[in-house]
């Protein structure tokens, strides 16, 4: 028994120390090394202080920005610590009251916009922090972010258009932009907005 006891306590100390030191280390050495960026949390700074991550979607309520999917992370959206989805299914009273007021909210603040809401506009994504837009739902804003801007059209659709990133490898995923980027791309164009948000 004694024996037994030894080996199995060997055993224990051996693979904590491989699974929880050394190939921890291991792997944050060689991500340090190979793509440091992306392992530090893809940090966009601005003006010399953080702003945000890439990777992590953040609400814009000002006109005069791009706005996000909806968030269902955290009580207030868009809260990291808290990244999860609504859960509320399509039989959901609540998931279409919901909807229902984003639709009508997003026409009224897009008047210009003729299409219809495009409908990742009044979803939320499985995590709750999508930091991407479709370029299609990206356009459908051009018109209200010009006019808060008080530039034209066509120098918001140009910024889009060179934010918006293709499929990658040319064949995973769908093209799209990314709302924190494109939003920074607006303030180094036309400048910070007042009342900035």
């Known amino acids: 028994m004694k024996k037994e006891l030894v080996v199995a306590l060997r055993m224990t100390v051996v693979t ?7 190939y921890p280390l291991i792997v944050t050495g060689v ?6 960026w992306r392992a530090n949390g893809s940090v966009v700074s601005a003006d010399g202080r953080v702003v945000g991550s890439e990777l992590i979607g953040q609400g814009f309520k000002s006109p005069a920005y791009f706005q996000p999917r909806p968030s269902a992370a955290g009580a207030d959206g868009y ?20 909807v229902a007021a984003d639709v009508a909210r997003l026409r009224a603040e897009n008047p210009q916009a003729s299409a219809e809401v495009p409908v990742e506009l009044v979803t ?5 922090l999508d930091p991407h837009l479709s370029p299609v739902s990206a356009q459908w ?4 972010v010009a006019a808060a801007r008080g530039v034209t059209v066509g120098d918001v659709q140009a910024l889009v258009d060179a ?15 990314n709302v924190l980027l494109l939003n920074l791309d607006l303030d180094r164009r036309f400048g910070r907005p007042t009342g900035r948000s």
């Open 79 to 98: 809260d990291a610590a808290a990244s999860s989805g609504s859960n509320l299914g399509p039989t959901s009273q609540k998931l279409r009251d919901r």
């Open 31 to 36: 991500a340090q090394v190979v793509f440091p």
């Open 163 to 177: 934010r918006t990133e293709p499929r990658t490898f040319g064949l995973l995923g769908e093209p799209r932009v």
């Open 124 to 128: 939320t994504s499985a995590s709750g």
């Open 16 to 22: 904590l120390v491989l699974t929880g030191l050394a």
């Open 141 to 144: 804003q051009v018109a209200r």
